[in-house]
């Protein structure tokens, strides 16, 4: 059985098109059958021909959840909560992580949070800092993301930056 990674991060940091971007990548080698690709949650990585681990996305009915929960007694903190358990039900099964932050944004509390829980996991972690689009700041951009311990790679998901790079060092993950 493959291997499993799991994209982990707050909404809005870029981790459905790291997803549609990784396995598009593959989709000639693999199966094109048009309109089951695109919305997986499930997919694999493949380098030359090999399949190298699955890849799992989270935060699919975020919106939905948080359609719910907004206007309700719990109001945002309920929001959080249902992020922490999609991805707690997420790391169940997973061999290592995918920690997507946003590089424009910066470092924000909800980072933070889920990152603590993610460390507790005592998995294997990479932190993707995505929407690094231009060469420009690259490394006051990366600055402040140290602070959450794990090793970091840039990447611009919408750009295709640093795709091969992100394979190789999830990989070595593993
Ligand atoms: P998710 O909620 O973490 O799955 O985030 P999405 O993949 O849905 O992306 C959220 C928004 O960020 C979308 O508008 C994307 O087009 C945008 N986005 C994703 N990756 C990048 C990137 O590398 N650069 C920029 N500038 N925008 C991006
Ligand atoms: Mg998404």
């Known amino acids: 059985n493959l291997p499993r990674i799991i ?35 499930d997919g694999v990585v493949r380098r030359k021909d090999m ?4 890849i799992v996305d989270t935060g ?35 061999t290592a992580v995918a920690f997507v932050v946003d590089g424009r944004d910066g470092l924000l509390p909800l980072d933070e949070h889920l990152a603590a829980h993610v460390r507790r996991k005592g998995l294997p972690t990479l932190c993707v800092v995505n929407k690094v689009d231009g060469a420009e700041h690259e490394d006051e951009r990366m600055a402040e993301f140290h602070a959450l311990g794990f090793p970091l790679l840039a ?18 993950l593993l």
């Open 155 to 172: 990447v611009s998901a919408e750009h295709g930056h640093n795709m091969n790079a992100l394979v190789e060092d999830l990989t070595a």
């Open 51 to 54: 399949p190298v681990f699955g």
């Open 7 to 41: 994209l982990v991060g707050r909404p809005n940091v870029g981790k459905s098109t790291l997803f549609n971007r990784l396995i598009r990548s593959n989709r000639a080698i693999t199966h094109d059958r048009p309109g089951i690709t695109r919305d997986r949650m």
């Open 60 to 94: 699919g009915i975020t919106l939905d959840a948080h359609a719910m929960v907004v206007e309700g007694p719990e109001g945002i903190r309920g929001f959080e909560q249902d992020i922490l358990n999609q991805t707690e039900a997420a790391l169940k099964d997973a």
